[in-house]
């Protein structure tokens, strides 16, 4: 079983910055597709940005404003989101799936992904 434990949300002003964490425990028996996706309040969820197991990151949504990374000793995902805005307040929400490089960008956020609890960013105007 693997765990996903998100960290780092909170509530900031316009134009300000967070870094969310995404720890995965459990029995890791290879290097994960991972990746960020959000929802917000009435809204489908959708992905923010996605790295896989060779480090290639693929960015859906962020405008050049948000950066994903990853510290594969530390089994741990991060995103470095710059310059906020009020539609930037949602439930961001941690994803990891055991695919080929080839599949991360597909199947990442389907059935078979694991995914965290969220933590929640609110951004003010």
């Known amino acids: 079983q693997v765990q996903l434990v998100e960290s780092g949300g909170g509530s900031v002003q316009a134009g300000g910055s967070l870094r969310l964490a995404c720890a995965v425990y459990g029995r890791i028996r290879s290097t994960p597709c991972m990746g960020w996706f959000r929802q917000a309040p009435g809204k489908e969820r959708e992905g923010v940005a996605n790295?896989?197991?060779?480090?290639?990151i693929s960015y859906v949504t962020s405008e050049g404003r948000f950066t994903i990374s990853r510290d594969n000793a530390k089994y741990t995902l991060y995103l470095q989101m710059n310059s906020l805005k009020p539609e930037d307040t949602a439930m961001y929400y941690c994803?990891?799936?055991?695919?080929?490089?080839?599949?991360?960008?597909?199947?990442?956020?389907?059935?078979?992904?694991?995914w965290g609890q969220g933590t929640q960013v609110t951004v003010s105007s």
């Open positions: 790295i896989d197991s060779d480090g290639r």
């Open positions: 994803a990891a799936r055991f695919v080929s490089v080839y599949d991360c960008s597909a199947l990442l956020g389907r059935p078979g992904t694991y």
